[in-house]
Nanobody
Framework: QVQLVESGGGLVQAGGSLKLSCAAS????????MGWFRQAPGKEREFVSA????????RSADSVKGRFTSSRDNAKNTVYLQMNSLKPEDTAVYYC???????????????????WGQGTQVTVSS
């Protein structure tokens, strides 16, 4: 079992930046690909970004490419989502998630991820 705790959300003006963190409880965190997803009110949860276990592979949704970047520090059992040039449409609850099996690729599919954090709210004002 992996427990994930997100932090770093908040209120920011359009064009601003935020950096989300996701801390994992398990020592073997370093072997798991991690994903970031978001869910806006009245909408389905959607993929944002993902990173493989070593950090050598990342993927991002088209809507955030060039603005959001995933990274990780395995020594700290933490994955990050750097969000720049934020837009009002980025407003959502952001979740981090861990893939089911170790040494997996970073993928965009919600069902590939077995462990989820509680989410952190990001609000972008216009």
């Amino acid at each position: 079992q992996v427990q994930l705790v997100e932090s770093g959300g908040g209120l920011v003006q359009a064009g601003g930046s935020l950096k989300l963190s996701c801390a994992a409880s398990r020592r073997t965190f370093s072997t798991y690909a991690m994903g970031w997803f978001r869910q806006a009110p009245g909408k389905e949860r959607e993929f944002v970004s993902a990173i493989n276990w070593s950090g050598s592979q990342t993927r991002s949704a088209d809507s955030v490419k060039g603005r959001f970047t995933s990274s990780r520090d395995n020594a700290k059992n933490t994955v990050y989502l750097q969000m720049n040039s934020l837009k009002p449409e980025d407003t959502a609850v952001y979740y981090c998630a861990a893939r089911r099996s170790p040494y997996s690729l970073a993928t965009m599919l919600l069902d590939d991820y077995a462990y989820w954090g509680q989410g952190t709210q990001v609000t972008v004002s216009s």
